[in-house]
């Protein structure tokens, strides 16, 4: 399973989410010399996602016939 995907507010590149964290990154573009550069979006926390809906409503009254578990 892959992570989620989002643009890093920085480079806006699609970037991996992982534990709610944009992966590190390089900046777009060739690199000049050796030196490895990590995109300063890397590790930046992410924006959290739009909520889960609910399964059900929990003010509804249960459906007729259905019994409590416990």
Known sequence: M?????????CTREIAVVGG??????????????????????RRTAPMMAPASMLF???EP???GQQPLF
């Open 21 to 42: 964290r944009y992966a590190r990154h390089d900046p777009p573009g060739r690199r000049t010399g050796i030196e490895l550069i990590s995109c300063p979006g890397s």
């Open 2 to 10: 892959s992570a989620p995907r989002r643009r890093c507010p920085v």
């Open 57 to 59: 409503d929990p003010e």
């Open 62 to 64: 249960p459906m007729p």
